[in-house]
């Protein structure tokens, strides 16, 4: 299993990245860090000050709208809690292969998948990263299911993270001019996944990529980084980083919120998600950006390999995942009139789900085979 892992190659002393991982240059340049400057939203002003409400929600409309990426401070999550969520994976990630073993699958329907290069028969290339996927919601694990290692700390990083998910889609529906309960009574909220990663120094990091370029086929994701970086958005044909801030989480718009009326039933366990790890995944709803009809934008993202590391991430999806349903979604009535007329068709979860695992290249969004 180990040699199999990108850790594994880097434990065994490579100096040399293997040819399955180098990317294939995409032509655009990285912007000077002083052109751009992703958003920071300070979202306890709501709860401090109710009369910025609306200032807030002018924010992250723009945000969402301009980069599909912000990042969220004071959000109620306890650095404590953050710290120990980054250490949890990093435990269990530096045990020895033996101890890891158990959790090493590329079946998906398992509640925890540990596994590594998951999309090398579907895409150009492998990620320079090792992944888990735990899925929490909506029927939670029994903990004795998850690894000892970090098992407490994603147990209560998955509650607090999902009240900030609720809280976001309410200042989402307010940015769209709906009820504030609106994509929360769609049940955005109600599925959740974790994808913990690890990202071990590489020898040739202008070889590969951490992650390659692709967008969200979820809701929202919440991602919590460390302090090395490398995440970077694509604005105006320009990579631009999303530097790490101390106690910040990133939020990213999926494609669904892009374009559907609303989300799908859940399983009733969401270990039954077909194939999610084949579908290159960093920020799951069925697309914001369908739902909302391209008021609200998924942003193109990868995360770069770098010689420092090992670099850790805990991205939090909201999904409903890929179910056998055949129930139809498209843009949100609300917003659609003889001006704004709907871009996109409806599809079902399960539709959309299996046309982006066909994709071999997901630099270029899935939606776009789903206009009108």
């Known amino acids: 299993m180990n040699v199999f892992c990108a850790s594994g190659l880097v434990d065994a002393g490579i100096t040399k990245v293997p040819r399955i991982f180098y990317s294939p240059p995409d032509g655009f340049d990285r912007a000077p860090a002083d052109d751009f400057d992703i958003p920071l939203i300070d979202i306890d002003a709501v709860e401090k000050n109710p009369s910025l409400r609306g200032s807030v929600v002018d924010r992250v409309r723009d945000a969402s709208g301009k980069w599909g990426f912000f990042q969220v401070v004071n959000h109620g999550i306890p650095g404590s809690v953050l710290e120990e969520t980054l250490e949890g994976v990093r435990r269990f990630y530096e045990q020895d292969a033996e101890a890891k073993k158990q959790w090493y699958t590329r079946d998906s329907l398992k509640t925890v998948v540990y596994n590594s290069c998951y999309n090398l028969y579907a895409a150009e290339s492998a990620d320079w990263r090792d992944t888990t996927y735990i899925c929490m919601a909506p029927t939670p694990p029994n903990p004795e299911d998850l690894p000892l290692e970090c098992r407490d700390i994603i147990i209560e990083y998955s509650k607090q993270v999902t009240k900030l998910g609720r809280f976001i889609f309410e200042l989402l529906s307010e940015a769209l001019n709906l009820n504030p309960n609106h994509l929360n009574d769609i049940g955005c909220a109600d599925g959740l996944g974790l994808l913990c990663h690890y990202y071990p120094p590489c020898p040739e990091p202008e070889l590969t990529l951490g992650a390659s370029t692709h967008t969200d086929i979820d809701f929202l994701t919440v991602l919590l980084q460390d302090h090395i970086g490398g995440l970077q958005v694509l604005c105006d044909n320009q990579w ?20 559907s009326e609303t989300t799908v039933a859940l399983m009733n366990r969401c270990k039954k998600i077909v194939s999610l790890l084949v579908l290159n995944l960093l920020v799951v709803l069925f697309n914001i950006q369908l739902v909302s009809n391209d008021k609200f934008k998924s942003g193109q993202h990868r995360v770069l390999a770098s010689p420092a590391g090992p670099r850790l991430s805990v991205a939090c999806f909201f999904t409903t995942g890929m179910i056998p349903s055949t129930k139809m979604y498209g843009p949100i009535k609300e917003l659609l009139s003889d001006d704004n ?32």
């Not at 990133?250 to 669904?256: H, P, Q, R, S």
């Open 240 to 259: 631009v980083d999303i530097p790490p801030v101390p106690g910040a989480l990133v939020v990213n718009i999926g494609d669904l919120l892009q374009a």
């Open 341 to 372: 007329p709907p871009k996109y068709r409806e599809t079902s979860v399960r539709e959309y789900s299996l046309h982006y695992n066909t994709k071999k290249d997901h630099a270029a969004s899935a939606l776009l085979d789903f206009l009108v």
